[in-house]
Nanobody, 119 residues
Framework: QVQLMESGGGLVQVGGLLRVSCTAS???????????MRWFRQTPGSGRELVAS???????TYADSVKGRFTVSVDDAKNTMYLQMSSLRPDDTAVYLC??????????WGQGTQVTVSS
């Protein structure tokens, strides 16, 4: 059974740095059945927003609101995906969830980690 577990969330001040992690079990991020590896975020009363996406080709895409501030990466040796966040703003406050989009069209989700940016 494939599971994703996020960690690294917390409270950070405006302008600060934070890195959240997503560790996989039951699969590896190099699994060729993975279409894309993604980070979403969700706030109360809002839908999930796609923040960053990474494909095996190395192609990355970012939401306009985080371009130049967030970086998605994978460490295959640790079977972990990261989202490095910098220049954090109060509107970055959200639950951050990692996701695997499979070529079978199925999606695998983690439970999320809370990031709160304090002014």
């Amino acid at each position: 059974q494939v599971q994703l577990m996020e960690s690294g969330g917390g409270l950070v001040q405006v302008g600060g740095l934070l890195r959240v992690s997503c560790t996989a079990s039951g699969t590896s991020f190099s699994n060729p059945m993975i279409d894309s590896m993604r980070w979403f975020r969700q706030t109360p009363g809002s839908g999930r927003e796609l923040v960053a996406s990474l494909r095996h080709s190395g192609t990355t895409t970012y939401a306009d609101s985080v371009k130049g501030r967030f970086t998605v990466s994978v460490d295959d040796a640790k079977n972990t995906m990261y989202l490095q966040m910098s220049s954090l703003r109060p509107d970055d406050t959200a639950v951050y969830l990692c996701n695997l989009k499979m070529y079978t069209s199925s999606n695998i989700w983690g439970q999320g980690t809370q990031v709160t940016v304090s002014s």
